[in-house]
């Protein structure tokens, strides 16, 4: 399929021709969902923890005497059933990840270019070089565009762009090989740059 290009000043920049295997696809969510939880299970730390009953500082001493209190036997404060005492079977530190296929993660990629280009969402520009790494001027720049919560794709990110865009909170660059399906959806705006979409379909051959 033909997407018109632009340049960073809003001007045409020509047309570029995007592989239908990659761009062309209908989107499944079921797809995008597995690759996702993915994504976000092995990004969790998982470092949550309690302390159990062998691990809560209490005495060690016999709280009361065995027997004649009219109560239940007890040996030790630390006891689950006290306040304060240890919890039983709580969460420890542990990974959340699990495996996924590459092909599959590749898929997953496919699919999430697919939906962007099936919601209007995808916008391909000529290059993102500029002369100096001003944040105002970018800000200007992308305000001008109407890009709003962008992520900005491209073979390798420009060092003078990454500067000047790091302070901006709704833009995001990365590289081709930083690409990601939890990244692109989440993104209001997908920005791909004329190398970028060559560099990916490098990648999702």
Same mark, same amino acid.
Do not use: C, W
């Given at each position: 399929?033909?997407?018109?290009a632009i340049k960073l000043d809003g001007k045409a920049a020509g047309s570029v021709d995007l592989n239908d295997e990659i761009?062309?696809?209908?989107?499944r969510v079921d797809i995008l969902h597995r690759v996702v939880r993915w994504?976000?299970?092995?990004?969790?730390?998982?470092?949550?923890?309690?302390?159990?009953?062998?691990?809560?500082?209490?005495?060690?001493?016999?709280?009361?005497?065995? *027997? +004649?209190?009219?109560?239940?036997? @007890? %040996?030790?404060?630390?006891?689950?059933? /006290? $306040?304060?005492? =240890?919890?039983? *079977? +709580?969460?420890?530190?542990?990974? @959340? %990840?699990?495996?996924?296929?590459?092909? /599959? $993660?590749?898929? =997953?990629?496919?699919?999430?270019?697919?939906?962007?280009?099936?919601?209007?969402?995808?916008?391909?520009?000529?290059?993102?070089?500029?002369?100096?790494?001003?944040?105002?001027?970018?800000?200007?720049?992308?305000?001008?565009?109407?890009w709003k919560r962008c992520l900005i794709i491209d073979a390798t990110v420009n060092e003078d762009f990454a500067v000047a865009a790091r302070n901006i909170t709704s833009i995001d660059a990365l590289p081709v090989m930083g690409a990601n399906v939890y990244d692109i959806l989440k993104s209001d705006t997908l920005v791909l740059t004329k190398a970028g979409v060559e560099a990916l379909e490098a990648r999702l051959k």
């Open positions: 399929m033909k997407a018109e761009f062309g696809l209908e989107p994504q976000r299970n092995n990004a969790q730390a998982g470092t949550h923890k309690v302390k159990t009953r062998s691990e809560v500082k209490y005495s060690t001493k016999k709280i009361y005497r065995q *027997k +004649g209190t009219g109560g239940a036997r @007890h %040996g030790a404060r630390s006891a689950p059933i /006290f $306040r304060g005492g =240890g919890i039983y *079977k +709580g969460p420890t530190p542990r990974s @959340h %990840g699990h495996d996924l296929t590459k092909k /599959f $993660r590749k898929l =997953g990629l496919r699919h999430a270019l697919s939906a962007k280009v099936a919601a209007g969402e995808l916008v391909i520009v000529d290059n993102i070089d500029i002369k100096d790494a001003k944040t105002s001027a970018l800000a200007k720049t992308v305000g001008a565009l109407g």
